[in-house]
Each structure stands twice: as structure tokens, then as C-alpha cells.
């Protein structure tokens, strides 16, 4: 899932590849307030809902990922 | 969602007029005396400048401006009904619509204030459609007015840098459903629930013998306020969806749409509500948020006078418009742009 939300972030947030490293922020990546909203609309397709609040408080793409992948879990009652 | 009349003659337009302000107030005037900056307000709203009145001037002055000029474009100066759909009128009682009727030489029309917001002129628009097919009026004034000024804290820099003043105007006349300029479906929608996203808090009666508030907190109240977060998603998620109801009532496909002349809230509410509708880039995306802002309920018929005068919108064009606003309100129609002078100073 981490790689598609990569590919989410550079073919809709003008992200480009250089910018990802290990432990890299939403923040680093130049998302702002709105794109957090938009982003966690976007996720909405991924299966589990990641509200604009809990990205702006985990920043890490890493927490997002492992956060999405939790919740998409759950719903699947895995 | 609303139902349209599917009887009676077609709400037809037939004059297009806008007024601004002329004073400017650029993203340096704002950085010059709030925490912000030109970079950071283009980026979060794609606007650099917007319009202020002057000292004195209200809604109604506006509205006269606008009215006036598309009742001069429509090439008759009667209509048996005016309707005018504002945020800011010039007082809470009476409302704007019958004095602004006077001032144009219209004394003894129906006259009344519509308010969604910036959904307001979409919301006027159904009333004039309706009005028209009922046989209660054959020509309907519909202006969208605003002093957002006038309800702006001058220390938000939020709202202080996306609202704009202004008023636009439109002529409708009876006519037929096949003809250029008449107005196709008209969607409607409301949410209640969300009725704290965008909203005065003071004012009204549901503030009346509030108890505890200092003078300063009450003062405060009487300012505009904005989630900003939360009505971008909700913005998008509505208009979008609104969008796809009028097209799909009536029967245009998302490819066969030439102009889509979106509320312009704001540069990116715009780009992501078009790009889910499939609208990309480029001459499709009617656009002036640049250059004056969001002027809520004079945000649509600005926008098509501004871009019929400069023409980016053209006779023939098959135009898409939606608005989302305060309430939580929403609308969307459809129209093929008919072959008037848009008239804009």
C-alpha cells in the first residue's frame, strides 16, 4: 500500500520521486493544509477512512501507511 | 433534490451586466498588514487581487450598477420581477431587492432577496425558472450582489484574502427550451447539518438574549467565519456530485460540456471539483478568481459577464454551472450560452 500511496502523491500532488526518503513528513513533501484534506479524500479509495486531523498529527508517510493499512484491515475483519 | 417544472415557457436569457468596485486590494496590501503573504495566499486560493467598496457604498449600490447594465444589454428596460440573491444585504428588514427595483425605475414589480450564499444566484436562478414557467413573470432581474467587505474580520487573514466585492445580473424572458440561452435543469440541494461550516454567528434571532458574551466576543460574532477544511471537502464533494445530476438530467455527457463556469470559492475547490468531473485544464475552465476573488453570490453571473466580454464564452458554448455555499447549500444548471452583449465596465 505504501507505494501506492507514492504513486497517489506524485500523480496528484506534484510530488516528485527525489523527495521520498525513509521517515519522510507530509510536510517535507510541501502538502499543505487543503492538500491534507484532498489527500485524505483520496484515501477514502483505498478502503478506510484517514481523516485531515490524524495526518496533520502522525506527518510521517510511514504512521499514514501502516495507520490505512490498520483500518483497511479492520473493515476487511482480518 | 428539487424537481423542475416540465410544463410552461423556458426561462431564456437575454442580458448579461457586472459592476465592480474599482478599488484594488492586492496580496501585498493584505501582507502589509496581516500575517500573510502574495506566495501563500496564490497558492492556497489562486486569487491576487480582489475588490473593495468604498466608504458608504452598500449591496443595493452594486446591484443598481449591475442591473442596470444588464437590463441595457437585454435592450428593454422592463421585467415584471426582480430577484436578488445576496450574503450582505443592506439591512436584516426589509430586503434589498425592492429598493434596488425603485432605483431602476421598476416601482410596483415583485421584488425580493434570495439568500444561500454563493449558492445564492443558482438558488435565484430556479426561482426565475419557476416563476417564468408558472406564468407569474415574463422577465425576471436576477442579480447577485455582495459588500463581503462589510462581514469580513480585517484580521482573519483567511477569509480577508479570499472574499471580494461585487454584483452581476441577468435578464430572463419566456421563451422556448430549444432556444440558445435558455436555462436547461436546475439541481438543488441543502445540508443542515452543516450549517456551522460558513456562517455569521450573530445577528439573528437565534442570538438574541445570549447570555455572558463581553462586548468584544459579541462584536466578534457579527464577523464571517469559515472552516476552511472542512468546506473544501464538503465543497467538492457536493458540487461535484450536483454537477453530474444537471448533466445527467440533461443528457450531456462531461465531453459534450464546451464551458464549465464553476463558483469561483476558490482556485483549488475549482481544480479538484474539475478534475473529478473530468474537465481538465485549460479554455473549458471559466476562470476570474485571479483577478477579483470570491465574490459569493455574485460569483456566477460575474464570471459569465467577465468571460462573454472577453470571449473566453461564446455563443453556442454548451455551459455547465455549479456553486456550492453556506447552509451547506449547492446547485448546478445547464445552458447553452445565448448571443448577447455582455456588459461589464
Known amino acids: ?78 | 433534490m428539487t424537481r423542475n417544472p416540465s410544463r410552461g415557457p423556458a426561462a431564456v436569457i437575454c442580458g448579461v451586466g457586472a459592476w465592480l468596485p474599482p478599488q484594488v486590494v492586492s496580496n501585498h496590501d493584505l501582507a502589509a498588514r496581516l500575517d500573510t503573504s502574495d506566495q501563500w495566499i496564490r497558492e492556497r486560493t489562486g486569487i491576487a487581487a480582489r475588490r473593495r467598496v468604498g466608504p458608504g457604498v452598500a449591496t443595493g449600490d452594486l446591484a443598481v450598477a449591475a442591473g442596470e447594465l444588464a437590463l441595457k444589454s437585454s435592450g428593454c428596460g422592463a421585467v415584471d420581477m426582480v430577484v436578488l440573491g445576496t450574503t450582505t444585504p443592506d439591512h436584516p428588514c426589509p430586503a434589498t431587492a425592492p429598493e434596488v427595483a425603485s432605483r431602476l425605475g421598476l416601482t410596483g414589480v415583485g421584488a425580493f432577496d434570495v439568500s444561500a450564499v454563493c449558492s445564492s444566484f443558482l438558488y435565484g436562478l430556479a426561482t426565475a425558472t419557476g416563476l417564468i414557467a408558472a406564468g407569474i413573470a415574463e422577465r425576471v432581474l436576477l442579480i447577485g450582489a455582495e459588500t463581503f467587505s462589510s462581514i469580513l474580520d480585517p484580521d482573519d487573514r483567511t477569509t480577508a484574502a479570499i472574499f471580494g466585492d461585487g454584483a452581476g445580473a441577468v435578464v430572463l424572458r419566456a421563451g422556448a427550451p430549444t432556444e440558445p440561452g435558455a436555462i436547461g435543469p436546475v439541481l438543488l440541494g441543502s445540508d443542515g447539518t452543516q450549517r456551522d461550516l460558513i456562517k455569521v454567528p450573530a445577528g439573528g434571532s437565534r442570538d438574541r438574549g445570549r447570555a455572558g458574551s463581553d462586548a468584544r466576543a459579541a462584536l466578534a460574532d457579527h464577523y464571517f467565519r469559515m472552516r476552511g477544511g472542512e468546506t473544501y471537502r464538503h465543497a467538492v464533494e457536493r458540487t461535484t456530485e450536483v454537477a453530474r445530476a444537471a448533466l445527467d438530467r440533461a443528457g450531456w455527457s462531461v465531453d459534450s460540456v464546451d464551458r464549465f463556469a464553476a463558483h469561483q470559492a476558490n482556485a483549488r475547490i475549482v481544480n479538484a471539483v474539475s478534475e473529478r468531473l473530468g474537465i481538465a485544464e485549460g479554455p473549458r475552465r471559466l476562470s476570474n478568481i485571479t483577478r477579483i476573488g470570491n465574490t459569493a453570490a455574485a460569483s456566477l453571473p460575474l464570471l459569465l459577464a467577465d468571460s462573454a466580454a472577453r470571449g473566453t464564452l461564446r455563443p453556442g458554448d454548451r455551459t455547465l454551472l455549479a456553486a456550492f455555499g453556506g447552509g451547506a447549500t449547492w446547485g448546478a444548471a445547464t445552458v447553452v450560452w445565448p448571443d448577447v452583449t455582455a456588459l461589464i465596465p
Open chain 1, 1 to 78: 500500500m505504501y507505494e501506492d500511496v507514492k504513486t497517489l502523491l506524485m500523480t496528484s500532488f506534484q510530488v516528485v520521486k527525489e523527495d521520498f526518503h525513509d521517515e519522510v513528513t507530509l510536510e517535507e513533501l510541501g502538502l499543505d493544509s487543503l492538500d491534507l484534506v484532498e489527500l485524505s479524500m483520496r484515501l477514502e479509495d483505498f478502503g478506510a477512512a484517514v481523516t485531515d486531523d490524524e495526518l496533520a498529527e502522525l506527518q510521517r508517510l510511514d504512521a499514514v501507511v501502516e495507520l490505512l493499512e490498520q483500518r483497511c484491515a479492520v473493515k476487511e475483519g482480518r
